[in-house]
Structures are given as C-alpha cells and as structure tokens.
C-alpha cells in the first residue's frame, strides 16, 4: 500500500499565508493538494483526532537502541529499518544488544505497537505492527533511532484498524508530505508523526477493518514457528560451517582456474553429510528463463505473469500479480507449472542473484502462468526430488554460495545451462517430503496471510470511500 508522492513540474497551486505561518514551513511537498484535500475531508466529517492525542504520553517516540557499533552477535533483538516489509515485522532481520543496554532503554517494544521508518530513502514512511515477539525474546525487543514507536491508549481507536490506515493513501500521503531534508537524509519526525490526523469511524466499523487483518497476523506467528521448526533440518543435512574445502577434484576443472568459481561446489561436497546428485539428474526439463514483455504490453487483467517482486521466499503473492494477453501467452514459452521452482537470475547487483527462490502453485482461479525473463524455471522430476525441498536447500547460504559462482557480468546474471551443474544434497525421499511439506505449509499459509490483508486493505478503501467521497 505504500507509495510514492509524486509531484508534476506543470502544477501549481496557492498556499494562504496564514498556513504557512502555522506549519512553519513553504515546500510545495507538505501544501500539495492531495494533502489539503485529505485534511478537508477528515476536518469535515468531524470526528477524527491526531495521532498524538490518541498516543499515550511520550508517544510517538524514536526508538532509543544504540546504532550498529554496539550491536553483538546474540542478545536483546533491536529492530532496524530492514525489519519492516510493509506488510510484517521480518524477525530474521533483527539486531542484537546487550541486556543491560534492554534494562537503560526508555522506549522498550510491546506487542500492539506500530512502528514507522522514519529515516532514509527507500523505506521511510513503511508502517508495520507489533503482532507478536517471538518466545525466544522473551518479550524483550529494542527498536533503533531510525523507527518511531506509536502506542496508543484510547478505546475510541483498534490498533489494527489503524495500522491498515496508515498504509492507505489517507494515511500514507500525510506521512510522505510531512517528510522533512534532502536525498539520503529524509527524515520522518514524531512531532509531525503526530500531527498526522485519524478518522475516529464508529468501532464496529473499525473491527470489521481490524478483523482481517488479525487473522492474517495470527497466521503470521504460525508460519515464524514452522520456519522455526525448518532450522533443525539444516543440521541434519550439513556439517557445521567451520569445515572449509582443502581441495579440488582435477578432472572436474573446466576453462576455469579461479578459486572461487570452484570453492562454492567444494563448500556444497564438504559440508554435506549426504550423498550429493547434479541438478541436471533430477530435472525433466533443461532450465530455461521466463520472457519479459515491454512496459506497454501489461494490463489488469488477462493471464498472470509472475515477476521478481512477487517471489518472497515462502510462496508467489497473487495477490500483486501482473497480467499480460492471451496473445502474449501464445507465443512465449515462459509458461509455468505447478511445483516449478523459480529462481531470481538477474539483478542490478550480483548480491540479488538467488536470493529469492519459490515453488509454483498456480491458484485455481488463474489456471495459466507466465515468468519474466529475470526468473529461471526449474522443471524437476518429482519422483526423484521434492520441488519444495529444492526451494528450501537452494535458500541455504552454502547453496547460494554455489549458485553466485555462476554469477557473469557487471550486473549480475546466471543462466541455466550453468544452473544445471549445481549440486544438491541429496537426503532420504521421506525426509525431503518432510521437509517440503512444511515448505508447502508455509506457502500455503502465507497465500492466505495475502489474501487476508489485502481484504482488510479493500475494506479500509471502500469504507474510506463511501465516508468522504460519497
């Protein structure tokens, strides 16, 4: 829901100077019509407050952990900017600082709270709440100067009702007009934070809202404690990463004498504690890339086509997809199957290469499916390897470690004639199928973590809508 503000070079408009007195300010950014416009319509439907009245006492606030120099490998969990998606708290993504860095904190993390990335390009203006804090925490988390803390305390407002108004375009044109500085110091401050003004629907209303949104967090815990649960396999399949390769097998050195192009392979052969087999020995079909058409060729609807940004490593979200005609669909032969595996191929930066890695489940309602050329499609036997297990053992660092090797130009690119001489740890048949099917359970759940959220965020557009465009 996120977006941007984008202002035209060809527009114009008259700020009253009794305005300008008020905010303090004179950039065309915070008087921009769509701005003025929300705040009309929030001051005449009357019952709405700010932000700040409805925060408790100290609130919204910068978080108050220290920056990256006092970070420690294991601790208390910090989150930072790369901790919010948008859409949930990513909790593999955390800092760490000492407990008694946790015990001086003023501002200390509490379930129900919503966070604001407040500093920086990119991500400034992301709103995620605090759904749960895993057990392990043991309820403590910290949260960086980077993210503001809003934490209400008044009955007339649901947290989640409010979390989903934020990322709307009410709530999300407010943020990114208020936003003060130039380039890389973008800055989101908690006084204007506050400022940002809340229509007070009835609660009934609000819950309906709220509701969906809910249910898709309380999915949200089930999938971290599944991933959680996958952690133990990667100690059963490989040895612990202090082994380092000591050598190379000679018949195996190509027109290649470069240590890191073979020391990802050796990695895979030395820490693996089961026979490995050559990706190509399990495929049906060599692997191929899908095909990208031109900018001009996508509508909104027609046959789906599935790009980088849709993977996100526990299944396709459907839910953003693209579209492109039927003619489109004829004459390419980037079709998708279920329980193909696709791998991100191409990137502006080597680092992107292989960082997202999914298995195709085409919902019903779509039947036919295409992927860009940035995607590799990975047609495997499924009698041989569990397609899921693949996405799962590809994700593994030791893995990605061998696939970058393939890595070729400035930008970063891998092919599938390449691909094809990956090795892939090669357990018992029943434990990669006990291990894809916690995969799939995942994805399963996230398509409906999806589903969910985007309900609640079609409900916060309707009812915002009828209320004040009507």
Known sequence: MEGKLMISQSQSWIIPAEEIEIANRLDAKFFHPDRLSVLKKLKNYGHFKSLGELCKKGFPSRGDAPYKPKYIAYGIPVL?????????????????????????????????????????????????????????????CLATPKLTIVRTDKEEIDNYYLWIYLRSHFGQVQMLTSVRGQ????????????????????????????????????????????????????????HKADRLPQTVIIRELQERFDVKFYFGKELVRTHSKFDCKVLSSLLREPIHAGYTPSRYAYGKKGIPIVKVRHLT????????????????????????????????????????????????????????????????????????????????????NIMKNQIKRFTRGESGHIYGKDMQHLLIP?????????????????????????????EAEVNMDRVLYETFYR
């Open 426 to 454: 090669y357990p018992p048949k029943d434990m990669q199928d006990e291990i894809g099917e916690k995969c799939r359970k995942i994805s399963e759940l996230r398509m409906k973590f999806f589903h969910l959220l985007k």
């Open 183 to 238: 380039t890389g110091q973008l800055e989101l401050y908690p006084q204007d934070i506050g400022n940002i003004l809340v229509p007070l629907l009835p609660l009934s209303i609000q819950k309906q809202i709220s509701s969906k949104a809910k249910e898709a967090m309380s999915l949200e815990m089930k999938i971290f404690k599944l991933k959680k649960e996958l952690l133990k396999y990667e100690g059963l399949i490989f």
């Open 313 to 396: 490593n526990e299944g396709i979200n459907w839910n953003e997809i693209s579209f492109v005609s039927e003619e489109f669909y004829k004459k390419k032969k980037a079709r998708l199957q279920n329980n193909d595996v696709l791998i991100v191929s191409s990137a502006h930066s080597p680092e992107g290469i292989a960082e997202k890695v999914d298995v195709v489940e085409i919902p019903p309602k779509f039947n036919k499916c295409l992927a860009v050329a940035e995607l590799l499609i990975i047609r495997v036997n499924t009698e041989q390897i569990n397609p899921h297990y693949l996405a799962w053992i590809l994700r593994s």
């Open 80 to 140: 930072v900017t790369d901790s919010l998606t948008g859409k949930r708290i990513d909790w593999e993504k955390v800092e760490y600082v000492p407990d008694e860095v946790f015990k001086k904190s003023k501002w200390k993390i509490k379930e129900n709270d919503i966070l604001i990335a407040s500093t920086g390009m990119g991500s400034i203006a992301k709103v995620d709440i605090i759904s749960f804090i895993p057990e392990e925490f043991k309820g403590k």
